[in-house]
């Protein structure tokens, strides 16, 4: 006869496991949804981001993010446009993607602050700012050194042209997340 409590802790594992396979899986899906519109693509990757991050705990969250990194850098199609591989890491847009776990880690750090209500939503759209102005000073950093451009043209075309629509997402996630943790409240408490 096992003891109880060890099965229970089994199918914890392999729950949180599930969770994160599953969250790396959305973020790839999310990521290769692009429209080109110059060096810097439009990706629904920031979105899949958010919502990882506001519906994970920061050890999930982390996990599922650096999975989806080490499945393109491995060299699967998982980055925007269906590319995958080392290069994409260390070209132009790559500090975007590596950005990407501290995003995920602001996130979920952030949102899970004890807030009920109405503020619940403005902590967690903050979280998000927070996380895409991240995301931002790394892209824009290695951006520049690869392209060997200044802060303005760097600016132009990785940041200006997103911001509004990065502001749409973030909001998208906040209602999206709120969604998830009313249908499955147990994802909540992990």
């Known amino acids: 006869m096992k003891y109880t409590g060890e099965s229970t802790l089994k199918r914890k594992k392999v729950f949180y496991l599930v969770l994160c396979a599953m969250f790396a899986a959305i973020i790839a899906v999310f990521s290769v949804i692009t429209l ?7 990706s629904m990757s920031v979105f ?3 919502l990882t991050g506001l519906v994970l705990s920061w050890k999930l969250a982390a996990v599922s993010t650096a999975v989806y990194i080490l499945m393109g850098v491995a060299g699967l199609p998982v980055f925007s446009g269906f590319r995958g591989g080392f290069s994409v890491i260390v070209g132009p847009t790559g500090g975007f ?6 995003m995920v880690l602001i996130i979920a750090m952030i949102s899970r ?7 619940k939503f403005v902590f967690d759209y903050i979280a998000c700012i927070l996380g895409l102005f991240v995301c931002y000073a790394l892209g824009t950093i290695q ?21 509004l629509l990065d502001m749409l997402k973030a909001a998208a996630a906040v209602f999206t997340a709120a969604a998830v943790h009313r249908a ?5 408490n992990i």
């Open 36 to 42: 080109p519109i110059g060096p810097v693509p439009i």
């Open 143 to 163: 951006f520049m050194a690869v392209m060997e451009t200044s802060l303005q043209a760097a600016l132009a075309a990785c940041v200006y042209p997103f911001v």
């Open 184 to 188: 499955l409240p147990q994802v909540r």
């Open 97 to 102: 993607i590596s950005s990407y776990i501290f």
């Open 113 to 119: 602050i004890n807030v009920n209500g109405k503020i």
């Open 48 to 50: 899949a981001i958010m």
